[in-house]
């Protein structure tokens, strides 16, 4: 909300930044002529740079479908740089330098990925929607090795989450360029339980609605499978904590559908845990 400083009362307040229901703010930075705002639309973090002078506004755009961004530390306000942290399923983690005026990008640095053999063009990720049982859309983020990979032959590394509104976006990790290298595809459910779309996604799987978390991982695994993406013989789910208790639902629920589960500390003892 914006007013003029000698006219303070509510009454005289204007939207500044509008109310989207489909809009998840989650951070504002602060400069001298620009704002930064930090947005999730349709599952995807984005930044909306907005000009203080004249209120146009543009977004920095991203080259890949699945990725994840956040802000970094931008402590001068006197500044028309902004960094940001960027890394996708197939990009290390990375710190990337935004000049507001020009918009040019400059890659600050580039985590290494021990070993020395890793070439990013090796790997391929994708977005994908999958169809839940109530018509709803459900996102997956996919990673695989383009030499190893096969449409519905290879198993898939499914791993889900969907608690506490905590959104796991499609970032970096090296520690599954092993399963890629022999052949896996690795994905993430973006289901209900998270906010990856908005608040409501959240709302939808939570208390009486925790069962849609349940349906969506299922559902999202069966999409991959009957699709050819993956081998619907060689499924295999993972999760912790609340993941864990995702894995001993759907495990319960569905066992025909996954041929094993991983389930890290996994809280499926409620009444004894709250005791």
Not at 92 to 115: A, F, M, Q
Not at 183 to 188: E, P, R, T
Not at 248 to 261: D, L, R, S, T, Y
Request: net charge negative; with cysteine.
């Amino acid at each position: 909300m914006v007013c003029d400083e000698n006219k303070t009362s509510s009454e005289n307040w204007k939207d500044f930044i509008k109310h989207r229901e489909n809009v998840l703010l989650e951070n504002v930075e602060v400069f001298n002529e620009f704002f930064v705002v930090t947005e999730r639309e349709n599952g995807q973090r984005r930044f909306n740079v907005i000009s203080k002078k004249d209120g146009k506004s543009h977004y920095i755009d991203f080259e890949e479908e699945a990725f994840s961004a956040y802000s970094s530390v931008n402590a001068e306000m006197n500044s028309v740089k902004f960094r940001y942290g960027y890394s996708s399923m197939t990009t290390p983690n990375s710190t990337i330098e935004y000049d507001l005026v020009s918009r040019k990008k400059t890659i600050l640095k580039e985590s290494e990925v021990l070993g020395g053999d890793f070439d990013k063009k090796n790997y391929e990720s994708k977005l994908i929607w999958a169809d839940a049982r109530d018509g709803k859309k459900v996102a997956i983020s996919m990673v695989y090795r383009k030499d190893m990979y096969e449409p519905g032959k290879n198993p898939l590394l499914l791993y889900g989450y969907g608690s506490y509104g905590s959104t796991n976006s499609a970032g970096f990790s090296s520690v599954r360029l092993s399963l890629l290298d022999r052949g896996f595809v690795y994905a993430i459910a973006h289901i209900r339980g998270s906010q990856y779309l908005g608040r409501q996604w959240y709302e939808d799987g939570k208390m009486f609605n925790k069962k849609n978390t349940f349906w969506d991982f299922i559902d999202s695994a069966k999409y991959l499978g009957e699709n050819n993406y993956v081998d619907d013989e060689q499924v295999f789910a993972m999760g912790g904590s609340a993941g864990g208790l995702l894995m001993g639902a759907v495990v319960n629920m569905e066992p025909e559908v996954f041929k094993g589960i991983i389930a890290g500390v996994p809280f499926v003892d409620v009444v004894t845990y709250n005791a």
